[in-house]
């Protein structure tokens, strides 16, 4: 069976980096069959698309925060992260890393629980 | 502020049909994107429900269907049971954003 952790500093300050990694286990994540992605929920809020990328690198933005975000793999270790650079309030969010399909559609089958991260000083 | 639109919430008795809009535009449903949906329990992370349109996992009840005409999609859900209660997504691609979008997100109450 599939799972996805999400791993990472719970807390950040304003302007500084969020990093967070995503552990996949029970499946490889060079498979050609699926991208990896991360997406964020605001608490009491709606779901919303960061970052996807290909286990060759092949990487793709939510063009709202691409300015900010680096979505990177290791296949050596089944993981893929994220860094959100100068982070603000508006940031706070539980982080959710996910598997999302090359194909019919590019939907996303398996998440992860989920991390809560929120900025303050 | 999403580009798919659905509504805050939605409620029925147990045993009732519901249905759940997620409005789009040119750029995404109506350009031929495919549309997915997603279960929230509280708590708990996102689970699909449905994808292309109409498909059902197979671990997914059959009182589960999805369906899209125009630039919209419907998610109903038959014979509403208690464990329904939750939030639901709408999601698809847009190519005027260049990404993936989400609906507003819609909370099911079972009365």
């Known amino acids: 069976q599939l799972q996805l952790q999400e791993s990472g500093p719970g807390l950040v300050k304003p302007s500084e980096t969020l990093s967070l990694t995503c552990t996949v286990s029970g499946g490889s994540i060079t498979s050609n069959t699926y991208y990896w992605a991360w997406i964020r929920q605001p608490p009491g809020k709606g779901l919303e698309w960061i970052a996807t990328i290909y286990y060759s690198g092949s990487s793709y933005y939510n063009p709202s925060l691409k300015s900010r975000v680096t979505i990177s793999v290791d296949t050596s270790k089944n993981q893929f992260s994220l860094r959100l650079s100068s982070v603000t309030a508006a940031d706070t969010a539980v982080y959710y890393c996910?598997?999302?399909?090359?194909?019919?559609?590019?939907?996303?089958?398996?998440w992860g629980q989920g991390t809560l991260v929120s900025v303050s000083s | 502020q999403s580009v798919l639109t659905q509504p805050p919430s939605v409620s029925g008795a147990p045993g009732q049909r519901v249905t759940i809009s997620c409005t789009g535009s040119s750029s995404n449903i109506g350009a031929g994107y495919d549309v997915h949906w997603y279960q929230q329990l509280p708590g708990t992370a996102p689970k699909l429900l449905i994808h292309?349109?109409?498909n059902r996992p197979s671990e997914v009840p059959d009182r589960f269907s999805g369906s899209k005409s125009g630039t919209s999609a419907s998610l109903a859900i038959t014979g509403l049971q208690a464990e329904d209660e939750a939030d639901y997504y709408c999601?698809?691609?847009?190519?005027?954003?260049?990404?993936?979008?989400f609906g507003t997100g819609t909370k099911v109450t079972v009365l």
């Open positions: 292309g349109d109409t």
């Open positions: 996910a598997r999302q399909w090359t194909h019919s559609g590019r939907y996303f089958d398996y």
């Open positions: 999601q698809s691609y847009d190519n005027s954003l260049s990404g993936y979008v």
